[in-house]
C-alpha cells in the first residue's frame, strides 16, 4: 500500500495563508462590491452586472482608457529604443562603469510622490527651473497647469528620466553577457556595427528585453503617484489616467460599485496585454 | 601560404603578454601551439588574427607586411574554445555568413555552405538553430564556417576543450583531413602533450610568452632544447632532480647511481639536472628499467589502463606511470625502476647536454 504523509500540507499553508490575505481575500472584496449598491451603515443591494453595463458604455472611461494606452504607447516608443541606445553607449570595463551605473539606478531610488513634487517645483513658470527657463530665458510658453499639451509632456518626460534606466540597466546587463569571442567572430567575418547589433547584441538582449518591456508596461498602465501628485490629472481631465480616475471614483465620489466594477476590467485588461506581450514575445523563441 | 613572424611583441599597460617571438609557420601541415593556460597561445593567435595590436615587430603573410591590418582584411577564420554561432540564425545561415558579408553569389554561397556540412555531417541541421544542438554539432558548425571561406588561415584556440572525450577524440581525427589539401595554415592550439603528438606536423612549445622550442612535433619530444621546454612537453609533470657526474658514473644519491653511456659519459663531470617521462619510470624491473630508486609511496591514480603514483626521493617528488592496474600502499616504502636511456641531462644554465 502506499503511504501518503499528510504533514506537507502543513508545508503548503503558511503560502496559502499569505496568498489568501494579500492576494484573494482583497480581490474578492473587490468583485462582492462590484455587483452591489453600496449605502452606509453598510446596506448592500445586489445590482447584478450593471456597473459594468454602465461602465463599459461611459464616455468618460473610454476617455481614460484611451488616455492610459497613449501615455504607455508614447513612454514604451521611447524608453525602449533610448535605453537601447544608452546601453550600447555606456562602457563595459573600466572605472566609469560604477560611475554610470549609480547615475542610472539614481532616479529609480526616489520615492514615487517625491519625483512628482520634484516635478512640480521643476517646472513651475517664474519659479522653477524649467519653467524659468522656458519662459523668461528662452520666451516659450510654458505652463502645464494650464495648457493640455505641455502637461502631457511633461508628464511623459517625467516618467521617461524616472524609468528608462531600468531599460537601461536590463540591457546593460544583456550586454555585458556577451563574451567577446562574438565580437571577435563579428570583427574577423568584417560585419558593420548595425550588423553586429542586429545579429549579436539585440538576440543576446532578447530575454531581458522582453522583462524590460513587460515591467514598463505593466508599471505605466498602472502609474498613479507622479502624475497625481505632479497635474492631478489636469488641466481639466486632460492627465486623467485610468488610476486616477478610478481614485476619483471611489474615494472622491464614494460609488464603491462602479469603482469595483472599474478596478475589475482595469485589471483585466492589464493582464490580457501582459499575457499578450510575453506569448507574442516568447513564441519566436520556442519556435 | 605562410605566416612569418618577425620580433613580435605584444603589450598591455606595462604588462608583456607575449616576447619577442620571431616564428615561420607554413601551409600543408598542422602547426601546434602547446603550453599551459596563460602561456601566451591565444595572445599570440589575437597577434596573427589581427584582433590585438602588435606593440613591435612584423607579421607577414604570404610575404606580404599585415601587421597593421583589419582582422577582416586578413582573410582568416578563428574557432574558439566555446562555441561561438550566431544565435538566431540557422545552422546554414551560420555557415554562409562570411560568404554573405563578402558579397559571394547565392548559387555558389548555397553550394559551397552544403559541401561544408557535408564533410562536417551537418546536413541533416542545416535548418536547426545552435541552440537546438549538441555541443559538438555546435563546434561543428563554427569549424564548417571556418573552412567554407577558404581563407589563408585558419586558427584553432583549444576547439575540442570544451567538448567532452568521446567526440573530441572523434573530430580530431577528422581535423588534419578536413584541413587537408586547403593551402591554409593551420594553427592550433591546445594545453595538452597527447594531443599535440596524435596531430603531429610542427609544435611551438609556448612558456610565458615565449616559444621556447619549434620544429617538427616528433622531433622536440624527442629532443627538448632545454629544461622549460622538456616540462611543457609532458604530462603528468616530466620527473627532474641534481645529479653529480663523474667519469662514467651519475649519482643520485648514496643509494642509486647508474652508469652513462653514449654522449652522456663524454660530458664533462660536474653537476647536472637529470629529467625523465613518468613513462620510463616503473614500479618492476623490466629489461630496459634497471635503475633502482628507493621511494615512499605519496599519492596513487588509476586512469583508463594506466595507473601513477606519486613518490618522493629524500626531498624530491617523481611520478611514475605505468600501464596496467598497479596497486601501491600510500606512505609505505617501493622499489621503482627507471631507463636510464631515456633520461635527458641538463647543463647548469639549463639546456640540453645529452
Known sequence: MKTVNQKAWFFVLPVLALVAFNALIPLMTVVNYSVQETFGDNLFFWQGLDWFEQLLRSDRFHAALGRQFLFTGMILAIEVPLGIAIALAMPRKGFWVPVFLVI???????????????????????????????????????????????????????????????????????????????????????ASSWKVFRYIQLPKMRTVLTIAILLRFMDSFNIYTEPFVLTGGGPGNSTTLLSIDLVKI?????????????????????????????????????? | ????????????????????????????????????????????????????????????????????????????????QFFVNYPHMTVFENIASPLRVAGMAKSEIEDRVREAAALLQLTPMLQRRPQELSGGQQQRTALARAIVKQSQAVFLD???????????????????????????????????????????????????????????????????????????????????????????EARLNADTAWTLTGAAAALADGPYTVA???????????????????????????SGSDSSAHFSIGEENWVSLAHGVHSYEIGADHRFFMDPSKCFYFGPDGTLAA
Request: aromatic content about 8%.
Open chain 2, 1 to 80: 601560404m605562410s605566416i612569418e613572424l618577425r620580433g613580435v611583441v605584444k603589450r598591455i599597460g606595462a604588462i608583456t603578454h607575449i616576447k619577442p617571438t620571431t616564428l615561420t609557420l607554413e601551409a600543408g601541415r598542422f602547426n601546434v601551439l602547446l603550453g599551459a593556460t596563460g602561456s601566451g597561445k591565444t595572445s599570440l593567435i589575437k597577434l596573427m588574427a589581427g584582433l590585438d595590436p602588435v606593440a613591435e615587430g612584423t607579421i607577414l603573410m604570404g610575404g606580404r607586411d599585415v601587421t597593421r591590418l583589419s582582422p577582416q582584411k586578413r582573410n582568416i577564420s578563428l574557432v574558439h
Open chain 2, 276 to 302: 625523465i617521462r613518468p613513462n620510463y619510470v616503473l614500479p618492476a624491473r623490466t629489461e630496459t628499467a634497471t635503475v633502482p630508486l628507493n621511494g615512499r609511496v605519496l599519492i596513487t591514480e588509476i
Open chain 1, 250 to 287: 471611489a474615494l472622491g465620489q464614494f460609488d464603491l460599485g462602479p469603482a469595483a466594477a472599474m478596478s475589475l476590467i482595469y485589471f483585466a485588461i492589464t493582464l490580457l496585454v501582459s499575457w499578450l506581450f510575453y506569448t507574442l514575445m516568447t513564441r519566436e523563441q520556442a519556435k
Open chain 2, 158 to 248: 583549444e576547439p575540442l576543450a570544451n567538448l567532452d572525450y568521446k567526440l573530441r577524440e572523434e573530430l580530431r581525427d577528422q581535423l588534419p583531413e578536413l584541413f587537408a589539401g586547403r593551402g591554409a595554415v593551420v594553427v592550433y592550439a591546445t594545453s595538452e602533450p597527447e594531443e599535440a603528438l596524435m596531430l603531429g606536423g610542427s609544435t611551438a612549445l609556448m612558456d610565458d610568452g615565449r616559444v621556447v622550442q619549434f620544429g617538427p612535433t616528433a622531433e622536440i619530444y624527442r629532443h627538448p632544447a632545454n629544461l622549460t621546454a622538456a616540462s611543457v612537453f609532458s604530462n603528468p609533470p616530466i620527473n627532474r632532480a641534481q645529479i653529480v657526474k663523474r667519469g662514467d
Open chain 1, 104 to 190: 542610472m539606478a539614481l532616479p529609480m531610488l526616489i520615492p514615487w510622490n517625491v519625483i512628482g513634487a520634484m516635478w512640480n517645483i521643476f517646472t513651475l513658470p517664474g519659479i522653477g527651473l524649467l519653467g524659468y527657463l522656458m519662459n523668461e530665458t528662452l520666451g516659450i510658453p510654458y505652463n502645464m497647469t494650464q495648457d493640455p499639451v505641455a502637461a502631457w509632456i511633461t508628464v511623459v518626460v517625467m516618467d521617461v528620466w524616472h524609468w528608462t534606466s531600468l531599460v537601461v540597466l536590463l540591457c546593460y546587463a544583456g550586454l555585458v553577457s556577451i563574451p567577446d569571442a562574438y565580437y571577435q567572430a563579428a570583427r574577423i567575418d568584417g
